[in-house]
């Protein structure tokens, strides 16, 4: 076990808790070995719940944008951890998809923000097409994750994980934006069960 995740795990486990009260239903799901771990992203707040509910034994890496790289401390931190970084500034880089690959395929699990950046609201539908490409090549399940968007201060936040499912090989235009679609509306309706459970 990497010391240093358990060291980020409880950094984040002290922030996540009190503040959020945050509680995890569904976490059963996660399958053993590896996993893509997609979920709708709208805060700074969701890597630290996510974190927090899946426990230190997931190990779970993330995929941060590079420009993190130069917070004192965090940088650092999240080096030490494994992230993989993103560099929106060079799109066509594929380093750093065949780096998640590699991870998947060992059995590490991935989690990953399809948006690609913060969303606010649950009907802007703006997943893109790079989850549906690694789980493809990969071979590993998906599993969707809702956190929830209005995030509460010192009321009870419940971070939901659906069932895992595999794809096949995903080919062409109209079968990825397929994919991308089934892939939202997963998360969607894992939205709304914690919606009508309010």
């Known amino acids: 076990m990497n010391v240093w995740y358990t060291l980020f795990y409880f950094i984040m486990l002290i922030v996540a808790k009190p503040l959020f009260r945050v509680k995890g239903r569904g976490l059963e799901k996660l399958p053993d070995g590896g996993a893509l771990l997609c979920a709708n992203h709208s805060s700074n707040w969701d890597v630290a719940l996510i974190t927090a509910v899946c426990g230190k034994r997931a190990q779970l890496h993330f ?24 560099d929106r ?16 395929q060992k059995g590490e699990k991935v989690a990953f923000f399809p948006e690609g950046h913060r969303i606010k609201r649950d009907d802007e539908n703006a997943a893109k ?12 399940p998906i599993v ?20 895992a499912y595999t794809l096949g090989r995903v080919h062409g235009t109209e079968a990825r ?7 939202a509306g997963k ?12």
């Open 187 to 198: 998360i969607k309706e894992l939205g709304d069960s914690a919606h009508n459970e309010i």
């Open 177 to 183: 934006a397929a994919a991308i679609e089934t892939l």
């Open 129 to 140: 097409s790079g989850a549906i490409m690694i789980a493809s090549r990969s071979a590993v």
């Open 89 to 104: 500034d060079r799109p066509s880089d594929t380093a750093p998809i065949k780096k998640i690959i590699e991870l998947l």
């Open 144 to 163: 969707p994750v809702y956190i929830p968007r209005n995030k509460k201060l010192f009321r009870k936040n419940r971070i939901i994980f659906g069932d």
């Open 63 to 86: 995929t941060p944008k590079a420009s993190m790289k130069r917070i004192p401390l965090l940088g650092r931190l999240m080096n030490l951890v494994q992230v993989v970084w993103i």
